[in-house]
């Protein structure tokens, strides 16, 4: 019965209209060109239609790129995230490196590996949440492409734009900087508590409990705080002595990455870690320790600045913004939390070995 | 057993060495890091190790940016394709689709959904195969993603810059042009042919059959024909009344895509069609006609072009290129075949919508 209806579809010359259909359409139902022409609403007209997309650079940029793939039952599943939430959360993991670079975006390519049997909505409802995360800061889907695969999963690809002297490196740390967090650490993991179990949400105040779930399913690219940056620099001062990360993979993996990429180490002080007072409440500080530091996916950034510009910094964003600690000469790669007789060595193998089994 | 080899390798400090395994290594037993130190490797050094690359462009310049998706199973198999071959099939693809543009390569990134028991020799003969068909035209990997998935799929997205008057579109083609084609067509399909069922081949001389596996294993992206289309139009002169197109998809919808997208119609003289006599002695005409119209793969250029540029063209890249019809006013998209009573009009929906079941 379905296959009848899949092949009348296939052979109507009105692909995309779901004329005495049985089901919700699928990708099956349309067709590439089909599915093709409805995804071509989320791009811009003058970019769609050919074998790439041409985009102009104001003279005297550099491009950044960065590249990120989720796949399902990895990265999200049906049965928890919305598609506009996938859709949300891949291109806003995209900004997110992009704001650590010091770029300002252009736009994304789509690389959908999807089955068959994939509804038609589901496609569109990730569009739309790529198209609403991508708004407010003028980039635009620029194309992709679609292949037909047993699982569903997304590669985006996201270009930026930048004056090549601010450009934002890794490796610029130095020792007496101040590290900078641009906001709370731990929501993201929060929601993530609330969503997979709901009942421990008990006595938690609605407006936190949207608020991390929020974090968790529609974070914000902090492209803001790298506008903020460039305001108190000026016109024309570089960014070749700053240092920046973002914290996708948890707030001590950045650290740790800045220090290993600049040779140098980093000492935070435990109690100006950027917890949120109404998680700490929730589930202890212990927890929220751990969670501000290991939980990941918060994508804030994490800067080593001069610290009247950090300090500037943190006036002007506010929320959780602060500075957490100063880079050290090293050599190696330790974090210091004050509270404890001897500091904390920390290694990258906590936390993001995703191939590792556990 | 096999799991405590991976266990001990997991917490071993040495990552990225095979002491003691009684198995080849596999991504799980690198873990991401391990990993992504291998590929780093194919990577320019600048341009790796932060959350994006950068990568100056020449003043004045646009961005080309296209994007491809393979899955196992589906685009490539174990089987039947050498990880190299995986590897320079994709990135060949994505620089076929910068020479339709007109773009000079700039590079890739590369996002790769693994299993975590591939064979780290798999991973790393794909990346010698994007870095051996990169290397002539100067582009590098620019970076990527590393994800765990049960299928492997491996999404490109190829960069690349162009003067914009001299950017190709589909949408330039205008009544009276010459459509070009810069190369025998047939040939990867014929090269599948012979991958598939070797036992078919037999009579094919030894330099055919290299020929056209080669055609299929290894399709050379056409950016020297946009070189030698540039110093044949000169400095200075813009492109904007070029269309173009490669033929990935195989000639006959390369034809009906830049029709298309032009608002014109297309003649195709039979005759004239870029046939490999060699192929036609093997398989007979018919045949021949069918794989150059409809086999794809061959990762040729359509190009619409002045008569007299056409044949300069013509003259300068020898070896299949051939002039094959000339753009009509239309309306409509149909090809004529000289040879039959009345023109066969043929339409998009043969031969490439990936989705729809047989």
Tied chains: 1, 2.
Excluded: K
Excluded at 196 to 225: C, M, N
Excluded at 231 to 254: E, P, T
Excluded at 294 to 317: I, S
């Amino acid at each position: 019965m379905e296959g009848d209806t899949v092949d009348h579809a296939a052979g109507n010359s009105t692909a995309g209209e779901n004329i005495g259909r049985e089901h919700p359409p699928t990708i099956a139902d349309l067709g590439e060109l089909g599915l093709l022409q409805r995804l071509f609403r989320y791009c811009p007209s003058d970019v769609v239609g050919d074998d790439g997309a041409v985009v102009a650079l104001p003279t005297g940029q550099s491009l950044v790129v960065t590249t990120d793939v989720l796949v399902d039952g990895v990265h999200f599943s049906d049965r928890t995230t919305a598609p506009a939430d996938v859709g949300w959360r891949a291109v806003a993991a995209n900004l997110s490196d992009l704001a650590a670079m010091g770029a300002t975006p252009l736009g994304i390519t789509v690389g959908l590996s999807l089955p068959g049997h994939t509804p038609l909505a589901w496609v569109e409802g990730l569009y739309q949440g790529m198209a609403d995360c991508l708004a407010p800061w003028g980039g635009a889907v620029l194309g992709g492409d679609l292949c037909r695969a047993d699982t569903r999963s997304v590669a985006i690809t996201a270009l930026g734009s930048v004056v090549p002297q601010r450009a934002l490196y890794r490796s610029r740390a130095q020792p007496g900087q101040a590290i900078v967090v641009t906001g709370y650490h731990g929501q993201s993991r929060a929601g993530l508590e609330l969503l997979l179990h709901p009942e421990r949400g008990d006595g938690v105040a609605p407006d936190d409990r949207d608020r991390w779930i929020a974090a968790h399913q529609r974070p914000r690219p902090r492209l803001d705080a790298i506008a903020a940056l460039w305001q108190i620099l000026g016109d024309g001062v570089d960014a070749r002595a700053i240092a920046a990360m973002d914290s996708s993979d948890g707030l001590a993996n950045a650290v740790l990455q800045l220090c290993q990429a600049s040779g140098v180490g980093a000492r935070l002080a435990e109690a100006d870690l950027p917890l949120d007072p109404a998680l700490v409440a929730w589930v202890g500080r212990d927890r929220a320790l751990d969670w501000c530091l290991y939980g990941g996916e918060d994508f804030e950034l994490v800067l080593c600045l001069p610290w009247v510009v950090a300090q500037a910094l943190g006036d002007r964003l506010g929320d959780g913004c602060a500075i957490v600690g100063e880079i050290t000469p090293g050599p190696g790669v330790a974090l210091g939390l004050i509270t404890q007789a001897s500091p904390l060595a920390l290694s990258l193998s906590q936390g993001f070995q995703h191939f590792q089994r556990p």
